[in-house]
């Protein structure tokens, strides 16, 4: 059984840090592409941040860039956004996701299995 389990969101102040860590169990972690994404309330979720399963090369928003990274660590099974600087449009539900080998794609429906979702709130 294939589990995703998102950790770290939380309430910040605009100019705060928070980092989120996804934990992946039931795939081989180090065969598959893994991304970021958030949904604001009333908005469709969109991609934030991913990382190849095989160069690591790494994708952000342009909303993003500077501020976010993203990392992966195979041997524990993890990936990992840490974010700084951030903006109340930062604010709203972040889910991990995690794709069959192949690139990072910033669309949904490029990937093949998903958290349930950590909220980060950040205030003005």
């Known amino acids: 059984q294939v589990q995703l389990v998102e950790s770290g969101g939380g309430l910040v102040q605009a100019g705060g840090s928070l980092r989120l860590s996804c934990a992946a169990s039931?795939?081989?972690?180090?065969?598959?592409?893994m991304a970021w994404f958030r949904q604001a309330p009333g908005k469709e979720r969109e991609f934030v941040a991913g990382i190849n399963w095989s160069d690591q090369n790494t994708y952000y928003i342009d909303s993003v860039k500077g501020r976010f990274t993203i990392s992966r660590d195979n041997a524990k099974k993890t990936v990992n956004l840490q974010m700084n600087s951030l903006k109340p449009e930062d604010t709203g539900d972040y889910y991990c996701?995690?794709?069959?080998?192949?690139?990072?794609?910033?669309?949904?429906?490029?990937?093949?299995?998903w958290g349930q979702g950590t909220q980060v709130t950040v205030s003005s």
């Open positions: 996701a995690a794709k069959g080998k192949g690139r990072v794609v910033d669309t949904t429906d490029g990937y093949d299995y």
């Open positions: 039931g795939i081989y972690f180090s065969s598959y592409t």
